[in-house]
């Protein structure tokens, strides 16, 4: 038996590039729902309210202490004890959404104190509602900076999707598993999956390194354009 048969990669290649399609929905969709409530946990760390405040402390520190694996399992084994029953692509896109929201609310929470003091101040002197200060004032000075960081985990979380394949997501790396598991030939689709994830990945990571130096080149313009603008009032 040849070591690598190009014949067989050709005919399988096709199978996994389809099942490609289920890896990239579960990112997408996990992410953002990793951002949404990575930002409601962000804002209710900051609750004046302090049970509140250390309850989404906790919860986030534990979730983070834990491995994905375990939450993965939790939601898709566990909860139809409690009547809660998912699919294993809604309960693989949960587990991970909730797991790295955490994260992002760490992310979103440096963005957030990196606003100056003064924008709260004028804000609040303004007479500004809760919501529109946070609209209007505070999200759109914190989050464009944060972008890169974000995007970092975003390609963290697409390389942990075959993680999904423990609960039956028929993802890349399950597809694979498959495939070998029938024609007891493992490395052709084992090392087209590496590829893909090399193909989709790499320039990913490409893209977020230009984008974060582009707003490091921005955010120094602006440095500048106010030094010198202190310096030609005086």
Known sequence: MDLWNWDFAFEVFPVILQAMWTTLAATVVAFAFAMILGLFLAVMRRSTFKPLAWTIIGISEFIRATPPLVQLFFVFYVLPFWGVSLSPFVAG???????????????????????????????????????????????????????????NYLISMF????????????????????????????????????????????????????????????????????????????
Do not use: D
């Open 159 to 234: 390389k942990e999707t075959p993680l999904l394949s423990a609960i039956m997501v028929v993802e890349m790396l399950q597809t694979a598993k498959i495939v070998g598991s029938a024609s007891f030939r493992y490395l052709e689709p084992f090392t087209i999956v590496g590829i893909l994830f090399l193909l989709l990945s790499y320039p990913s990571a490409l893209l977020i390194k230009k984008l974060e130096n582009k707003l490091n080149r921005r955010k120094i313009g602006k440095t500048k354009g106010k030094s010198n603008g202190k310096g030609v009032a005086a």
């Open 93 to 151: 896109v949960l587990a991970l959404g909730i797991h790295y929201s955490t994260y992002c609310a760490e992310i979103y929470r440096s963005g957030i104190e990196s606003v100056p003091r003064g924008q709260w101040e004028a804000a609040t002197a303004l007479n500004f509602t809760r919501r529109k200060k946070w609209t209007s004032i505070i999200l759109p000075q914190a989050i464009p900076p944060i972008i890169p960081m974000l995007g």
